[in-house]
């Protein structure tokens, strides 16, 4: 029951977190005078990146995370061909078929766990490397850049209008 709960919650969740993860971090940034003038100097120092970068960084940076990705699904395949393997030998074992070397089953099963942790793991690298050259790709767009430094721009107007800085 709490697994179908899980199940039915996961996407509305992921939804609302994607939702409210910036505005709570904008929020969090201005709670404090140290933590807005940190902030609004982490915005000019991102503006400026932006400007001095051109498409090519922005492609350089994408087929590094396109590289990264590639890796994650070598290792992912890698994983899973070799738990299948020890899968194999773990019923032949529990069969009582004769292995090249002989291996109680417990210990296969241990192996077999191991892999399958391995597997979860780089499944996990996999899908946050696929989100990092995804959000890397629209970069790549100048006019998603020059959007997306007027947003830049916008918000450290707002903290320096919060920090008294404007008149």
């Given at each position: ?12 969740m ?21 933590r807005a003038l ?10 400026m990146r ?6 090519f ?8 995370a ?14 899973m ?5 020890l ?21 296969i099963?241990?192996y ?17 490397s ?13 006019a ?17 209008k919060?920090?008294g800085?404007?008149?």
């Amino acid at each position: 029951m709490v697994g179908v709960a899980a199940l039915v919650l996961a996407i509305p969740m992921s939804i609302l977190a994607n939702i409210f993860t910036p505005k709570v971090r904008d929020w969090w940034g201005t709670t404090s005078k140290v933590r807005a003038l940190k902030r609004y100097k982490e915005l000019g120092r991102e503006m400026m990146r932006f400007k001095l970068g051109s498409e090519f960084n922005a492609l350089a940076r994408f087929g590094t995370a396109l590289l990264a990705v590639l890796i994650a699904a070598f290792l992912v395949i890698f994983s899973m061909l070799l738990f299948l393997g020890l899968n194999d030998n773990y019923i032949a074992a529990l069969n009582g078929m004769a292995l090249d070397k002989q291996i109680p089953p417990s210990e296969i099963y241990l192996y077999g766990m191991f892999m399958v942790s391995c597997t979860a793991i780089c499944y996990l690298l996999l899908s946050i490397s696929i989100a990092i050259a995804l959000s890397r790709a629209r970069f790549i767009s100048t006019a998603y850049r020059h959007r997306h430094v007027a947003r830049l721009r916008l918000e450290r107007y707002r903290l320096k209008k919060r920090l008294g800085l404007v008149g």
